[in-house]
C-alpha cells in the first residue's frame, strides 16, 4: 500500500471529523495564553531596554541624584539639622543600588558678582563644587590654580531657560544663547576686607545634573582656607550619587525611611516600575491560566479522539501496525497544530513590539523592532513544554487502548 493510501487510511479509521468546535476553541485559548505571555515578557524587557539598553535614551534621566534631608517643622532653627555625618554618608554607600557617592561642597566665604552693559547686575553668589566624576558635561579648560585670576564655572542649564523664558521676556532683554553666555564676563570679588580678591569668571560649559553654579574643587578648599571661618566645620547638606537602578522600590523605601529627599522627577522610575511589575504579574498569571487550560482541552480532545477510535485501533494491531507507528501518526497529525498557534503568537507579539518601538519614537526614545532574547525564550520553553505534553499524552492514551 502505498504512504497516500496508507495515511488516508488511518485517517479515516483514527481521525474523527466531528467535534471540530473544541479543537478550535482550545487552539484559540492556547494561541491567547502564548501570546499574552510574550506580551508580559515583552513589556518586562521593554521596561529595562529603556532604562538600560544600549540606545541610551537619555531623556529617561540620569542615574545620578541629589540628596539631601527632609526639612521639617521641627528641625527649624535648629543648627546642623540637615547636616549629613561621616556615617550617613558611610550607609549611603551601601544603600541598595547606589554605587557611587559624592560630596557635594560649598563655598564658606562672601562671592559678590557683577557685570555692567545692558544685562548689568550685581548679586551675591553661592557656589559648589562636586568630584569631577560626577560632572555630565566635562568642559576641556575645567582646572583652576591659586594665582589665576581667571575662574571657569559650570551653570545649571535650567538656570538659562529661566532666564530666556521669564526673565529676559518680562524686561525686554535679550535672549541667549549658550555660546553667547560663555563669551560673558562676570567679575567676582571674594572675600571682605583687605584680602577681598577679585577674579574673573566664564561660563564654560552647562550641567543638566546639578542645578546650581559650581566653581572648580581647587578654588572653593582655597576660599573656604583664605576668606572662610576657621572655626567653622565643613558641613555637608548635600551629596550626589550614582544609582544602579533608581526604579528600584528598594531603593525607593531606603530614601523614605531616612527621610532624604531629591528631586521627584528622578524617582518617576521607581513609581512606573512598580506599575510594570503589577502589569506583567497580572497577565503573565492570566496568559499561564489561559495556557493551562487550552492545553487541557487539548489533550481532552486528543484523548477523547483516540478513545473513540478503540476498535479501529485494535483492528490496526491486528493486521500488524505497532503503537510506537500509530503514535507517530497521530503526534504528526497534532504537533503541527501546537507549533502553528505558538507562531502565530509570536508573530502577533513582534507585531505588538513593532507598534510598541513606533509609539515611543513619538516621545524621543528608542527600542528595538525585534523583541529581545527574552521573549524568543519564553517561546522556545512554553513550545517545548507543549510539545513534550502533548506527545506524551497521545503516547498513554494510545497504550491504554
Known sequence: MSDHKQ???????????RHKSRLWAALAALCTGTTLLLISVMIWWNFRELLYGKNQNESLGSTYMIIGKQVKDRDMGKANATVFTQKEIDSLKLAPEVQDVGVISSNRFQVYAKMGGKLAFATELALECVPDKFIDKMPADWKWEPGNQNMPIIVSSKFLDIYNYAFAPSQGLPQLSESSVKSIALNLEVGQGEKMERFTA???GFSDRIESVLAPQSFIDYGNRKFGNGGVKESISQVILKAKDPSDTKFGDYLKRHDYRTNPQN??????????EVVTSATGILALLLMGIGTLVFI???ELTIARAQHSLTLLLQIGYGPRFVSGFMIKRFLPMVVVTE???MLLTVAGQVVTSNAVQTQGLVLPLVPGWPVWAALAVSTSILVLLVSRSISGAIAKQ
Not at 7 to 17: A, E, R, S
Not at 267 to 276: D, F, Y
Open 7 to 17: 495515511t488516508n487510511l488511518l485517517k479515516k479509521l483514527l481521525l474523527n471529523t
Open 202 to 204: 566664564h561660563v564654560v
Open 267 to 276: 524617582l518617576r522610575w521607581s513609581r512606573i516600575r512598580a506599575i510594570v
Open 300 to 302: 481532552l480532545f486528543i
Open 343 to 345: 507562531l502565530v503568537a
